[in-house]
């Protein structure tokens, strides 16, 4: 008999289940997430499922873990400070595909190197430009280098690699080690995300691995894959970006497991995000653009996921536009009140205080709170005197921002992950309105009562009683979660050639949800099944369900789906390369050390395979997988010319697929 433990780190909770011989769920627990410190949260999940199942920590054969923080990190926009080499490219390209946004401001060299198509040397690399670069600059947390055409040949984006490692101690991504696709600024942008996330995944792998140790469990240690495969925690640390998407794509697979669905929607909504995908014969499909979240379109290969900034513990924002007003949720999250006032009660003495001005403030009911310690050589001088009045325990907010620019510092401050800001959310309405009882119900009211005494431009209250507008929250909720899986479900249409978005937000359809009869007969709704997954789903959904008219299914364990997930998927490790024709009759191989030629394709494409099946099972041995099955997919581009097929270019990609191996 064996034992495997899921572990999911997510926004707000971090879940823990038990599995036997990957059948049957034995034990499942909850713990809150404890940014500070997440062995914290992770030890207590842990500590209370081991507890609930009765076993010995040493029968655990397997330990795998998924995550949202990656997602998370970059839907809030956080992370370290990293700097960009950008060799070969042309000016305008580090405008392309958002790579400012994603540098933010981060120091960036754009220096001269690079190849063509055809894996040639266009120009030789500055090295001393770039070693004088990389020696000036201070309080970089790793580097991101993207040469041009590097897929093509990585020799520049190696040397650079070797270069940096031998001045500096951090580490380096490369971006030919994420994708083997052309277009590089998209590659660029890649691999600045994931140098962003090392810090992050490494110190959440860190501890995980310590709690484990106190633990006595020494089963190996997994990590979930954006595509929902199962990877190494060592490939993990140096290939981040790989588990964005990793939480959304272990409850897909968890969800798969528990409902044996061949088609239909799985919607999961956690604290920051809610991801909705398809499962169309029992499988999702992978994103061929690249996984997107948030603002950016990666190179990463996973699950064909849309993830939008909307959760229990989404920001709620008060819209003063027109005589009726109204909320919007999202896309960033706060801590809810009722949380921090369960960690921190004497924010209620604060919240009495507001409640007792007749003056209603911007800040009311808002608060922040240092959570790690600053840097100061990656913030303005703005920035540090608003940290300055931060401290451990919960402030109130308006006594730290003195002026509106202030407000840009802390908005820093919180994508640097040393603060938090805590405000109203749905959490807190479903407190209110006792949808939920785990916090502090008492200081979600008073919250929700100073949010309520904003003024719509009719001069009335936005919401007279605690209740009255916490039933408006919720029923924004269901109304953006039914938008949005309405939109994600015209994205796989093929009929229609209007946006997703704004046929899902069409009056019409909405009207049709409504079941509009008047002149006109409206009929709308949702055609397939949806599974709602996530701790909250079964207090929001039901609702979601009825206003799209659609089958609505609650498994019994999909509070803790993506726990599940973690440890019923296999270790996948899929490659890629190239042939290419530089001249007719000629077939270039491209490798990692330099281009190869042919004069027969058949060679040229066996040599590629078989250099990628190497790798490939090399990876997946390296990562834990035994029984290790391969499969090669050829997609060969030819040209017709005067009656003749012209070989124009090939892509091979190889898996390399395999059950973990487990301990004894």
Known sequence: MTFFLGVDTGGTYTDAVILQNETKVIASSKALTTRQDLALGISEAVRNVINKSSIKTEDISLVSLSTTLATNALVEDQGGRVALIFVGFRDGDLAKHSIHDALRGDPVLQSKGGHNHAGEETCQINVGEIRDW???????????????????????????????????????????????????????????????????????????????????????????????????????????????????????????????????????????????????????????????????????????????????DS?????????????????????????????????????????????PGEYDGKFVRLISEPVEHSLTSRDMKVLSRIERNAKALRAVIQTRIEIKSLERLVSRGMVQVSGVTPSDASHVLKIMASWDSEAAEKAITLFGRRRKGSGDLLGETAEDLSRMIITQLHRQT???LLESAFREEDKFDQ??????????????????????????????????????????????????????????????????????????????????????????VHLPDGPKDFLNEKNALTCLENFLLDQAVDQARASGAADIVTNVFRDIKKAKAEARQIFVEALVTVEASGRPRISK
């Not at 101690?169 to 277009?183: G, I, M, R």
């Not at 190494?232 to 640390?237: G, Q």
């Not at 919240?351 to 007749?358: A, F, G, I, K, M």
């Open 134 to 312: 990389v020696l000036n600059l201070d309080g970089i947390s790793a580097f991101a280098v993207a040469s041009q055409f590097a897929t093509r040949n990585a020799a520049h984006e190696l040397q650079i690699m070797e270069l940096i490692k031998s001045l500096t101690d951090k580490p380096v991504t490369a971006s030919h080690q994420l994708s083997a696709k052309l277009n590089g600024p998209r590659r660029a942008l890649t691999a600045v995300l994931n140098a962003r996330l090392i810090g992050i995944i490494d110190e959440l792998i860190g501890r995980c691995e310590a709690t484990l140790s106190n633990l006595k469990i020494n089963a190996p240690l997994m990590v979930v894959r954006g595509d929902g495969a199962l990877i190494s925690s060592s490939e993990a640390r140096e290939k981040p970006i790989e588990t964005i998407l990793s939480g959304p794509a272990a409850s897909i697979v968890g969800a798969k497991w528990m409902t044996n669905l061949n088609l239909g929607f799985v919607s999961d909504i956690g604290g920051t995000t809610t991801d909705v995908a398809l499962l169309k014969d029992g499988r999702p499909a992978l994103d061929a653009a690249g996984a997107r979240v948030g603002n950016f379109r990666t190179m990463v290969e996973a699950v064909a996921m849309r993830t939008t900034g909307l959760g229990g």
């Open 499 to 588: 946006p997703a978005e704004e046929l899902a937000n069409n009056i019409l359809m909405f009207e049709g949800l409504t079941g509009h009869k008047n002149i006109v007969k409206i009929d709308t709704g949702l055609n397939l099944p949806v599974v709602g997954l996530g701790a909250s789903a079964s207090s929001y959904y039901p609702a979601v369900g009825d206003l799209l008219k659609c089958d609505l299914i609650l498994p019994e364990h999909g509070d803790v789906a993506n726990a599940i997930g973690a440890v019923v998927g296999r270790i996948t490790m899929r490659v890629q390369g190239s042939v290419t024709a530089p001249n007719e009759g000629q077939f270039r």
């Open 482 to 484: 039914a938008s949005f």
């Open 315 to 359: 920001q709620v924002h008060f819209l003063s536009e027109g005589l009726m007003g109204g909320l919007q949720l999202g896309p960033k999250r706060l801590v809810p009140i009722s949380l921090l006032a369960h960690q921190e009660p004497h924010i209620h003495e604060i919240l009495d205080e507001q409640l007792r001005s007749t003056a």
